[in-house]
């Protein structure tokens, strides 16, 4: 190999390194802001509504990370016992759609029925929220406060796109099982950068 084709190699090797490294720095970032973020409650209890978003249903039953959303609503509602609660979930592998299994856990966990309101059409976040907006209107009007109920790792990319839906939005976390974090992040990291980069 000649100087000049060793040289070209060595200084490729050195870029190829460079761009690996800041790769796994940004990722990590990312990872550790998903995490802070999503740990920092902003909901007071004295919002109108909250929006609880849907996650795997096995059969009729929830799913653990769907368990974990729901208790989290069920102490939403101790706290602020005359909000609505949207359920917010379309049809999934299940028997039955996510917003009624998530509608028949909180009934059984002491959660008025009249108050769980559910938005069974959506089948991704964007949808999720656009469309829980648009039973919140229906129902009070435009003029109220919600929080959103997910997730950890879920909830910058939820609040984010309730801002773009000029929503005025708290928000209030599930803890994620420590074994399915590197999966769930993994997956988020690359939804957070598709909205970052697509808008939705």
């Not at 964007?126 to 406060?145: A, H, M, P, Q």
Request: one cysteine or more.
């Amino acid at each position: 190999m000649n100087p000049k084709t060793k040289h070209f190699a060595k200084q490729f090797l050195l870029f190829a390194a460079a761009c690996v490294l800041a790769g796994s720095s940004f990722a990590v970032s990312l990872v550790l802001h998903l995490y802070t973020y999503g740990r920092n409650d902003t909901s007071d209890f004295t919002e109108d509504a909250a929006i609880v978003l849907g996650a795997a249903v096995w059969g009729e039953q929830v799913s653990g990370v769907l368990g974990d959303r729901l208790r989290r609503a069920v102490y939403f509602h101790e706290r602020n016992p005359y909000a609505y609660i949207i359920v917010s979930g379309g049809q999934g592998e299940g028997a039955i759609t996510e917003a009624e299994a998530m509608r028949r856990f909180l009934v059984a966990h002491g959660v008025p029925n009249e108050l769980i309101i559910k938005e069974n059409r959506s089948t991704n976040t964007y949808e999720n929220i656009l469309f829980s907006k648009e039973l919140l209107n229906e129902l009070i009007g435009t003029e109220y406060r919600v929080t959103i109920i997910t997730s950890e790792f879920h909830i910058f990319r939820a609040v984010t796109i309730a801002r773009q839906h000029g929503l005025n939005v708290t928000n209030l976390h599930a803890t994620t099982w420590r074994q399915t974090m590197p999966r769930n992040y993994a997956r988020e990291s690359v939804a957070v950068l598709r909205l970052l980069i697509l808008g939705r």
